[in-house]
């Protein structure tokens, strides 16, 4: 028997209410402050904290879901481009795999070798290398965490 959209919706409201509340309710509420940014800064602190524990829980779902067949490792066995498929079906759950043309690169050490193999000099490669080289804005990481102070001294 198949999931009701009812009960599957049911489901669906209910997580999203459980996890709306999460720093909200009375027992994960911000301290009071002071300062009228505070709640901003308590909902970020909230959110990267629950980003942490999702990423975690996806990953140790992977790992489950790949161990016991539902999945495959699409790292050790990737499979072509446009395809369409479902991997796993019950009467709860469907895992289906939509696989995409996947991103080109150049590798710019096999290309300065296969460069010169033929002949061009390395001052030209070098050259070109620098013309095509962007430079992208450095890597941005915000790190949130909770401003604890011990007042027992411990």
């Known amino acids: 028997m198949t999931l009701s959209s009812r009960l599957a919706n049911k489901f669906i409201d209910a997580a999203n209410v459980m996890f709306g509340v999460i720093g909200n309710d009375t027992t994960t509420k911000m301290p009071r402050s002071k300062d009228n940014r505070a709640p ?8 990267k904290h629950l980003l ?7 990953g140790a ?16 066995e990737p499979r072509e481009a446009g395809r369409l498929d479902v991997l796993y079906q019950d009467e709860n759950v469907i895992v289906k ?25 390395m001052e030209l490669i ?29």
């Open 40 to 47: 901003y800064a308590w909902e970020y602190f909230v959110s």
């Open 52 to 58: 942490k524990m999702a990423e975690a829980r996806h």
């Open 61 to 76: 779902a992977i790992k489950a879901a790949v161990r016991a067949g539902v999945i495959f490792d699409h790292h050790k």
């Open 97 to 121: 795999l939509r696989t995409s043309q996947g991103n080109t690169r150049i590798d710019p050490d096999a290309l300065a070798q296969f460069l010169i193999k033929r002949g061009v000099e």
């Open 126 to 154: 070098e050259a070109a290398a620098d013309a095509a080289t962007k430079q992208f804005n450095a890597k941005h990481e915000f790190i949130v965490s909770l401003n604890v102070e011990d007042r027992n001294g411990k």
